[in-house]
T-cell receptor
Framework: DVKVTQSSRYLVKRTGEKVFLECVQD?????MFWYRQDPGLGLRLIYF???????EKGDIPEGYSVSREKKERFSLILESASTNQTSMYLC??????????FGAGTRLSVL | KNQVEQSPQSLIILEGKNCTLQCNYTVSPFSNLRWYKQDTGRGPVSLTIMTFSENTKSNGRYTATLDADTKQSSLHITASQLSDSASYIC???????????FGTGTRLKVLA
């Protein structure tokens, strides 16, 4: 069975902290994605990776960076967390242009 | 502007009833359209995926239709169950890219 695992379901951080969100998939997918989901807005793409060490900015990359050192793992980094980054973060993976499989999400609160 | 709009925003129905959710898009060029179900506090799960040449696709009690000429899709749920209570999200893929445009979803609540 397909599995995308996000390391934390809930996180509470302070303004200015460095935050790491981890995502691991077990399907050998090339493509991995980080989205954020806010009430009243559709999922918005932060970053996309199509291969190890390869990344592309999505629609809202400001304030975020990513790391993909291994195929199965895609990390989202908030260098200096701010309150406007309080959100639900969703990781997804896919093989080529096929179905995206999503993790359960990480609800991040920045105080 | 490339957009995906869904209606209604929210819907309440009684268990056993049918319902239809709508999705209009202006994404071009278009590759495929997907419907996802998202339970509260969980990630979205794929229900159907259709290319521009497909008109209908079913997945159990879920049937999606696509009219690529009018750029409209619908998701029909038959004989609703309490477990159908969730948000349903329409997603359109740009042709030849990994870029997806997500609708804001329809929140469905099924009452006993």
């Amino acid at each position: 069975d397909v599995k995308v695992t996000q390391s934390s379901r809930y996180l509470v951080k302070r303004t200015g902290e460095k935050v790491f969100l981890e995502c691991v998939q077990d399907m050998d997918h090339e493509n991995m994605f980080w989205y954020r989901q806010d009430p009243g807005l559709g999922l918005r793409l932060i970053y996309f990776s199509y291969d190890v060490k390869m990344k592309e900015k999505g629609d809202i990359p400001e304030g975020y960076s990513v790391s993909r050192e291994k195929k199965e793992r895609f990390s989202l980094i908030l260098e200096s967390a701010s309150t406007n980054q309080t959100s639900m973060y969703l990781c997804a993976s896919s093989f080529e242009g096929n179905i995206q499989y999503f993790g359960a999400g990480t609800r991040l609160s920045v105080l | 502007k490339n957009q995906v709009e869904q209606s209604p925003q929210s819907l309440i129905i009684l268990e056993g009833k049918n319902c239809t959710l709508q999705c209009n898009y202006t994404v071009s060029p278009f590759s495929n359209l997907r419907w996802y179900k998202q339970d509260t506090g969980r990630g979205p799960v794929s229900l159907t995926i259709m290319t521009f040449s497909e008109n209908t696709k079913s997945n159990g009690r879920y049937t999606a239709t696509l009219d690529a000429d009018t750029k409209q899709s619908s998701l029909h749920i038959t004989a609703s169950q309490l477990s159908d209570s969730a948000s349903y999200i329409c997603v359109v893929n740009f042709s030849g890219t990994y870029k997806y445009i997500f609708g804001t979803g329809t929140r469905l609540k099924v009452l006993a």
